[in-house]
């Protein structure tokens, strides 16, 4: 599988995020203590936002913790909202284009799991994709798949939805083909302004996914701690696992949820697959 971060709030150095922690994505990279495999050597990226209109995006097939590109960049670039991922490959290529996070105009996507049985589906769940999306699929994943599935069925419009209807068809296709519990994964994306996360598996046993305690709590029970007083009580933080040891900084999102963060406020919904139509 694969371990990543999400980071919305107070502008800072992507080298505060992936390399800095005590867990960082970088040390998840080798020693991964709640992934499905312990080293995630598949690939990195990162996605970030600044005043272009688009996102910028830096996907390497280097394992994280020996990239020298990955570190160059994230000592110079600066943003307020951040996705990074290490990959663990479930079967497809490791090459670039298969890297997280996935890009459409303002929108990035990145995943943790993956859809059983791949490649019996992968014909039917590509042609569902609508045909003018489907130029832009780059890479092999299902990941990426997926992505272009939830573009399909409305992310500009409505992000959960699309998403429980993305899942709904994936699980309609795998019921077909006779394959047992086809989705596990969390899954984030983002239009840039807000954040979406999700946690669903059809066994109801999916990858693990955190959520940081709001900064001003933690201010309050940490006043000797200088990481925490840079940054904004609207700082959010989305991860694979925890960045630390840091008592009560960390919440699990709950399995089969959605949590939608907005202008430095979260809100945690049920989700769960959801009827679809064919577009």
Known sequence: MCRWLAYTGTPVLIDELLYKPANSLVVQSLHSR?????TNGDGVGVGWYDELPTP????STEPAWHDRNLHELAEHVRSGLV?????ASSGSPVQQTNCHPFRYGRWLW??????????????????????ELY?????S?????????ALTFGLHDDPPAAVARAIAFVEHVAEQHGVPYPMQGTIATTDGER???FRYSTEGRTRSLYRNTDVATLKLQYPDNPLLHGLSDATRIVVSEPLGDLKGAWREVPEGSCLVVEDGEEEVR????MPFAMV
């Open 135 to 139: 130029p832009h699929i780059q890479g």
């Open 270 to 273: 049920p989700f769960a697959p």
């Open 34 to 38: 709640l992934g499905a495999e312990t």
């Open 83 to 87: 996705f990074a991922h290490i990959r």
């Open 141 to 149: 994943t299902d990941s990426e798949i997926l992505f272009h599935l």
């Open 56 to 59: 910028g995006v830096f996907r």
């Open 195 to 197: 954040l979406w996360a």
């Open 110 to 131: 990145m995943h943790n799991g993956l859809i059983s049985q791949f490649a019996e589906l992968k014909r039917d769940l590509a042609f569902a994709v609508d045909p």
